[in-house]
């Protein structure tokens, strides 16, 4: 978007006010400036060339989450995700600031980079020193200490074409993603299986790249194009007659930027989208499950597809609509905010105990994980297919 595609857009905002309730950030900070409104006004100012950018412009659009509830709300039908994503860029482009979040932002999207941390992060951890980083006066650096215990030691899936169980002649590329790599390697194995049995083969993408959401959001919307043509120059040589997602957030991103040549589904709906006769059979799971929407899951079908478990108790965590405060990279460059909008969801958890939160985005699974645990609650935190897969009644 150009500065004048910005304002174009931006214009389209009447300051009407309704979007400000449903903010987060407004509700939690009580500034227009923090609000979807504030923040328009801000980005018109500088695509106008009447404010420069500088720390305190940066702050106000900095701790918007991207949840997009403004947009929901909003009558005008303003696209305030692409006018964030507009500003941001503007931002980076101008002032050419924040080399440690671009280094950070490469480590993160890069799987095999990502893997070496996680390697030096377990021996790091084997040193008992991560106890003394707690004691570094850094909110920063204490979340990625945090978030960085789930980072898993081990390779992931290895690259491949893994036949069905059965012959067949469908063929699905699995979207692997970047960070889902070294935090949610079950995840992938368990996908993999399930479509395997399903009658499924499955490609598993030699070198996985990034959707590019990360740099988008932060942005480096030249180095998400360049993802984005990765990913269709990828799977324009794939013969398989779908990608599936497993995390909504990459799953937004690819669908909404056409980076692929294939269609896109979610491994949700895919599983939704199966005649009867060919879903599995399940056994009944006679706990309690929640459901956490990520606001990047347009549309969730999880309950839809979890009410197929016979005696599952299916509740959806209070709040839904309002954003988890993982929100990509905010966990780590927001560490206050985002602990504060996680933590309302533990207390919505604690007044409704459930056995298994699942949740359909690799950021959200990792914020609550951290939360839950720190919150001494025994609920474990899964993908609506892993608990599909482990209630699959094979006998
Ligand atoms: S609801 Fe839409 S038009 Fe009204 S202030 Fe918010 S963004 Fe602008
Ligand atoms: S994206 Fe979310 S946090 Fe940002 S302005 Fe909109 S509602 Fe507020």
Redesign the pocket.
């Known amino acids: 978007m150009t500065p004048e595609q910005l304002l174009s857009e931006a214009d389209?905002?009447?300051?009407?006010?309704?979007?400000?309730p449903e903010c987060p950030t407004y509700r939690v900070l009580a500034n227009e400036a923090d609000s979807?409104?504030g923040r328009?006004s801000l980005m018109q100012a500088l695509a106008k060339g009447e404010l420069d950018p500088g720390a305190r412009l940066e702050t106000h659009l900095d701790r918007c989450l991207g949840c997009r509830a403004?947009e929901s709300?909003?009558?005008?039908g303003?696209r305030?995700a692409a006018l964030l994503d507009a500003g941001r860029a503007l931002i980076a482009e101008r002032r050419r600031g924040k080399p440690l979040l671009h280094w950070l932002l490469a480590q993160l999207t890069n799987p095999e980079r990502l893997g070496r941390w996680s390697r030096v992060f377990h021996i790091f951890r084997r040193t008992g020193l991560p106890a003394l980083a707690n004691t570094v006066p850094s909110a920063r650096l204490n979340r990625l200490f945090q978030l960085g215990r789930q980072l898993k030691q081990g390779a992931s899936v290895k690259p491949g074409l893994y036949p069905a169980t059965l012959p067949t002649s469908k063929q699905v590329r699995l979207f692997t993603g970047c960070v889902g790599h070294q935090t949610e390697p079950h995840l992938i194995q368990t996908s993999l299986t399930l479509l395997n049995k399903l009658g499924y083969a499955v490609e598993i993408p030699e070198a996985p790249i990034c959707c590019g959401a990360l740099h988008r959001h932060n942005g480096y919307s030249d180095e998400a194009e360049r993802y984005c043509e990765a990913n269709r120059r990828q799977t324009g040589k794939s013969r398989a007659q779908a990608l599936i997602t497993l995390a909504s957030a990459c799953h937004l991103e690819l669908h909404e930027h056409r980076a692929s040549r294939i269609p896109v589904i979610n491994l949700i709906d895919f599983l939704l989208g199966l005649p009867l006769n060919e879903f599995p059979l399940l056994k009944p799971y006679t706990g309690r499950v929640a459901i956490h929407v990520p606001c990047s899951s347009q549309g969730d079908c999880s309950r839809e597809l979890l009410q197929r478990i016979p005696l599952a108790e299916i509740v959806e965590l209070a709040d839904n609509s309002v954003c988890c405060g993982a929100a990509g990279s905010y966990m780590l460059s927001q560490p206050g905010l985002s602990i504060t909008f996680g933590s309302a969801k533990i207390e919505h958890l604690k007044t409704c105990p459930a056995d298994i939160l699942v949740t359909g985005n690799t950021g959200c699974a990792m914020q609550f994980r951290q939360l839950i645990e720190e919150a001494g609650l025994k609920t474990r935190v899964m993908h609506p297919v892993e608990l599909i897969h482990q209630q699959w009644n094979e006998d």
């Open positions: 389209r905002c009447v300051k009407c006010g309704f979007c400000l979807p409104r328009i403004c709300a909003c009558p005008s303003v305030y």
